[in-house]
């Protein structure tokens, strides 16, 4: 069976039932390989079948009602054995998880003009979708330039409401102001405000609030601001290790307990010793900012992207070059 008509399955099934209503049920989780939205257990998904409405001027019968219920409870326990069939088998139950040809846009600290460039190259190459590896504020002395953070942060709005289905990633800058981190380096007392309003706004011009998170997968390549490490991950989460898809949804409902560490996806750089061997999991590709370097640096099954980074003089440290992330091939390649 192909992966649209897994989807078309359910839905058949579901407008095959004599109750309209069924259709107002509100499905209580997304599955991050898949997409597609399905009650994880009977308890969360009957509370939703209580306040469904009727449709008819008819009130139901007791027996209609538990009849109705019935079937109801039905169809849920026959498209959820749809679901976990397909996804123990890891198959894709939506077709449009695979992005493929994806740009990054590296840390812009305070750089509005490369939105402008991401437009240029969304709109003339053949990239699908943009991802943003994270840090949209702060940059050395800049902490009174309310007017740039300004700037900087309208053009990440008017980019997002362009392209909705864009993924950005939160940095530890950028999450300075969300949890109130004063003593962050860089951090602007006199933009806190505004940095904070500023991105409400900006998850709310996505298609999706989960577009703004900690780590984003696309097919086979995991992007955040600064890694996932298999030592964070054996740390906090040793029970999910065998289902790294789970593990992250955990990651971006997390706060600053478990994030605001060093070794954590906002602040580890696994560049420096022998960390970059141990990224997890080992069999995805990973694509992080957070550490300048003067051009892509790979290793092993990880590159960094932070080449738009300066010195406190102003100076460029990277060669402010974009590039271009097969997700599938796991494959990466500057922009022409």
């Not at 060669?319 to 796991?330: M, P």
Request: with cysteine.
């Amino acid at each position: 069976m192909t992966a649209p008509s897994f989807e078309k399955a359910i839905l058949d099934f579901l407008e095959w039932l004599p109750y309209d209503d069924v259709r107002c049920v509100s499905w209580s989780t997304s599955d991050p390989m898949t997409g597609f939205q399905m009650p994880t257990t009977r308890r969360s998904f009957l509370p939703s079948l209580n306040r469904i409405p009727t449709t008819s001027s008819t009130s139901f019968t007791e027996q209609q009602e538990k009849k109705r219920h019935s079937t109801l409870v039905s169809a849920w326990e026959t498209c959820s054995q749809i679901w976990y069939s397909a996804k123990e088998h890891r198959i894709p139950i939506t077709g449009g998880s695979h992005m493929s040809k994806v740009l990054v846009i590296p840390d812009v600290h305070l750089k509005p003009w490369m939105f402008s460039q991401a437009i240029d190259i969304m709109e003339t190459t053949d990239c699908e979708r943009a991802v943003f590896i994270g840090d949209l504020v702060d940059d050395w002395g800049c902490q009174f330039n309310v007017d740039l953070y300004g700037e900087t942060l309208e053009a990440a709005i008017s980019f997002a409401k362009r392209y909705p289905d864009s993924l950005w990633c939160y940095g530890n800058h950028d999450l300075s102001y969300i949890w109130s981190q004063y003593d962050h380096p860089g951090f602007s007392l006199a933009a806190a405000d505004l940095v904070c309003d500023k991105f409400e706004e900006l998850r709310d011009a996505l298609e999706a609030p989960e577009n703004l998170a900690i780590i984003h997968r696309v097919d086979n390549t995991l992007f955040s601001h600064a890694g996932l490490t298999r030592e964070y991950a054996e740390a906090w989460y040793f029970n999910m290790m065998d289902d790294p898809d789970c593990m992250i949804d955990m990651i971006n409902e997390c706060d600053y307990d478990k994030l605001w560490e060093n070794n954590s996806p906002i602040w580890v750089r696994p560049q420096y010793g022998n960390l970059a061997m141990g990224m997890f999991p080992e069999d995805l590709f990973q694509v992080v900012g957070h550490t300048p370097v003067d051009r892509v640096l790979v290793q092993d099954n990880m590159i960094t992207v932070d080449t738009f980074s300066t010195t406190r003089s102003g100076v460029s440290i990277g060669n402010q070059e974009f590039c271009r992330i097969d997700t599938v091939q796991k494959t990466w390649k500057y922009i022409d």
